[in-house]
C-alpha cells in the first residue's frame, strides 16, 4: 500500500506540473464562470418579466386568472430556476470529464511513451502497484476538481439568490463518481488504442443510446443515472438509496475496468 501511495503522490504532482492539464481545469474554470454570469442575467430577466406581470394586477388579463392559473405561473417559475441549475450543472460536469479523460488516458501511455516507466518498474514495484497508484493520484486530482464545482454551486446560487434544487445536493459527489468510470474505462481503452480514441470511446460508450432490447444495453455502462441534469429534465427526485445504489454501482465498475486494464497492462510491453 505504501508504494501505490508512493507512485499517486508522484502521478499527482507531476499532473500538477503540467500545462496542459492546469489549462484544461482554468479552461473549464473559466467556461463555468461565464456559464453562471449567462444563467444568472437569464434568471434576472424572467424574474423582471415575472415581476411586472405579477405588479399588474388591474390588468384584464391577470384579472382573469384563477388560483389555480398563479398556482401554475409560480411553479413554473420554480421549474425554471431549477432548470438554470440543471445547465450550470451540466457545464461544469462537462469540463470535468473532460479533465478526467485527459488524466486518466495518458496516465500510463505518457509515461511509457517517454520512457520513464522503464525506471519505476525496475525497482520493486509491480505493475498492479502501478497502475493502482496512477488512478488513484488522478482520483485525487478530480477530488479537488469535484470540491471546486461543489464550492462553484455554493457560490452561483449565493451570487443569483437561487434556492437550491434537492437534487443539486447531490450533484457533485454523482458528477465525481461519473468522472471516475470515465477515468477508469478511459484507462483500460489507451492499452490498446491511442489515448484520444480511447477518451473519446469512453465518453460515447453508454448505454443511453440503446434501447433495452439491444444486448449493448446490458454491458456497456450506464451514465444517464449519473446525470443530475438529465434527472431535473425528468422530474425525478433523488434520494440518499438511490445514490448510494449509483455509488456501489459506480464503484463495482471502476474495480472491473481496473482489473481489466491491469490484465493488458501486465501483457503489453513497456521496456
Given at each position: 500500500?505504501?508504494?501505490?501511495?508512493?507512485?499517486?503522490?508522484?502521478?499527482?504532482?507531476?499532473?500538477?506540473?503540467?500545462?496542459?492539464?492546469?489549462?484544461?481545469?482554468?479552461?473549464?474554470?473559466?467556461?463555468?464562470?461565464?456559464?453562471?454570469?449567462?444563467?444568472?442575467?437569464?434568471?434576472?430577466?424572467?424574474?423582471?418579466?415575472?415581476?411586472?406581470?405579477?405588479?399588474?394586477?388591474?390588468?384584464?388579463?391577470?384579472?382573469?386568472?384563477?388560483?389555480?392559473?398563479?398556482?401554475?405561473?409560480?411553479?413554473?417559475?420554480?421549474?425554471?430556476?431549477?432548470?438554470?441549475?440543471?445547465?450550470?450543472?451540466?457545464?461544469?460536469?462537462?469540463?470535468?470529464?473532460?479533465?478526467?479523460?485527459?488524466?486518466?488516458?495518458?496516465?500510463?501511455?505518457?509515461?511509457?511513451?517517454?520512457?520513464?516507466?522503464?525506471?519505476?518498474?525496475?525497482?520493486?514495484?509491480?505493475?498492479?502497484?502501478?497502475?493502482?497508484?496512477?488512478?488513484?493520484?488522478?482520483?485525487?486530482?478530480?477530488?479537488?476538481?469535484?470540491?471546486?464545482?461543489s464550492l462553484a454551486v455554493l457560490l452561483f446560487?449565493?451570487?443569483?439568490?437561487?434556492?437550491?434544487?434537492?437534487?443539486?445536493?447531490?450533484?457533485?459527489?454523482?458528477?465525481?463518481?461519473?468522472?471516475?468510470?470515465?477515468?477508469?474505462?478511459?484507462?483500460?481503452?489507451?492499452?490498446?488504442?491511442?489515448?484520444?480514441?480511447?477518451?473519446?470511446?469512453?465518453?460515447?460508450?453508454?448505454?443511453?443510446?440503446?434501447?433495452?432490447?439491444?444486448?449493448?444495453?446490458?454491458?456497456?455502462?450506464?451514465?444517464?443515472?449519473?446525470?443530475?441534469?438529465?434527472?431535473?429534465?425528468?422530474?425525478n427526485m433523488m434520494k440518499g438509496g438511490d445514490?448510494?445504489?449509483?455509488?456501489?454501482?459506480?464503484?463495482?465498475?471502476?474495480?472491473?475496468?481496473?482489473?481489466?486494464?491491469?490484465?493488458?497492462?501486465?501483457?503489453?510491453?513497456?521496456?
Amino acid at each position: 500500500m505504501k508504494i501505490i501511495l508512493l507512485i499517486a503522490r508522484d502521478s499527482i504532482r507531476a499532473l500538477l506540473h503540467q500545462r496542459l492539464l492546469v489549462g484544461l481545469m482554468l479552461a473549464s474554470l473559466v467556461m463555468t464562470i461565464f456559464f453562471s454570469f449567462a444563467m444568472s442575467r437569464t434568471r434576472q430577466n424572467i424574474t423582471s418579466q415575472y415581476a411586472v406581470s405579477d405588479a399588474q394586477t388591474n390588468s384584464p388579463m391577470f384579472s382573469k386568472m384563477s388560483e389555480d392559473d398563479r398556482k401554475k405561473m409560480n411553479e413554473a417559475m420554480e421549474q425554471g430556476m431549477t432548470m438554470i441549475q440543471g445547465f450550470f450543472y451540466a457545464a461544469t460536469s462537462f469540463g470535468g470529464s473532460l479533465v478526467a479523460l485527459w488524466i486518466f488516458s495518458t496516465a500510463v501511455t505518457s509515461e511509457i511513451r517517454r520512457g520513464t516507466i522503464r525506471m519505476t518498474l525496475s525497482k520493486p514495484v509491480s505493475r498492479g502497484q502501478y497502475l493502482l497508484g496512477k488512478y488513484l493520484g488522478g482520483v485525487v486530482v478530480m477530488g479537488g476538481y469535484a470540491v471546486i464545482a461543489s464550492l462553484a454551486v455554493l457560490l452561483f446560487s449565493a451570487s443569483s439568490n437561487v434556492e437550491l434544487s434537492p437534487v443539486m445536493k447531490y450533484a457533485p459527489w454523482l458528477m465525481f463518481c461519473r468522472q471516475l468510470m470515465l477515468g477508469a474505462l478511459a484507462m483500460l481503452f489507451s492499452q490498446f488504442v491511442h489515448p484520444i480514441v480511447g477518451s473519446i470511446l469512453a465518453f460515447v460508450a453508454g448505454n443511453g443510446i440503446y434501447s433495452s432490447a439491444n444486448p449493448l444495453y446490458y454491458i456497456l455502462p450506464s451514465y444517464a443515472p449519473f446525470n443530475v441534469f438529465a434527472q431535473i429534465l425528468q422530474g425525478n427526485m433523488m434520494k440518499g438509496g438511490d445514490v448510494l445504489l449509483l455509488t456501489l454501482y459506480a464503484l463495482d465498475f471502476i474495480i472491473l475496468m481496473l482489473l481489466l486494464a491491469g490484465w493488458r497492462f501486465h501483457r503489453k510491453e513497456v521496456c
